[in-house]
């Protein structure tokens, strides 16, 4: 049996108003785009959606930037180009994630609908 130690991070967050409230989000619907969080102030600088690609629908080339993005592959097939040129293959329960300044694009490679949900957060500096 293998033991792993994963170190947590705590960072102090502060607010100009008032905190970030707790929410539900439908991620059911037709739309190409569902969105869950939209940033400050719904959240601390978090955003995330629910993206829907029909069979050989892409997303776009877009850039994390500043940012890093996790993908949760909730249905389908498709690939993802990392950077132009790395493609990596991913389904139903597969996450993806993109380091910042990583320009990528999502392909719906399969013939259902391509769903899955990405969350953004801005990169802090670590002590």
Same mark, same amino acid.
């Given at each position: 049996m293998?033991r =792993?130690?994963?170190?947590?991070? =705590?960072?102090?967050v502060a607010?100009?108003?008032n905190?970030? +409230?707790p929410?539900?989000?439908s991620l059911?619907?037709?739309g190409?785009e569902v969105?869950i969080?939209?940033g400050?102030p +719904?959240?601390?600088?978090?955003?995330?959606?629910?993206?829907?690609l029909a069979?050989? $629908?892409?997303?776009? $080339?877009? @850039?994390?930037?500043?940012?890093e993005e996790?993908?949760?592959?909730?249905?389908?097939?498709? $690939?993802i180009v990392?950077n132009g040129?790395r493609k990596?293959?991913? $389904?139903?329960?597969?996450?993806?994630?993109c380091?910042?300044?990583t320009?990528h694009n999502? @392909?719906? @490679?399969g013939?259902?609908?391509?769903r899955?949900?990405y969350?953004?957060a801005?990169?802090t500096?670590s002590?």
């Open positions: 293998r =792993f130690v994963i170190p947590l991070l =705590f960072a102090t607010y100009a108003g905190p970030p +409230e929410k539900v989000v059911s619907g037709d190409k969105p969080l939209t400050v +719904e959240s601390a600088g978090m955003r995330s959606g629910r993206i829907l069979p050989g $629908e892409s997303v776009g $080339e877009h @850039t994390t930037g500043d940012h996790v993908l949760v592959v909730l249905e389908g097939r498709g $690939e990392l040129s990596l293959p991913v $389904e139903a329960n597969h996450a993806v994630y380091p910042p300044r320009v999502v @392909t719906n @490679t013939t259902v609908p391509l899955y949900v969350v953004v801005p990169v500096a002590n």
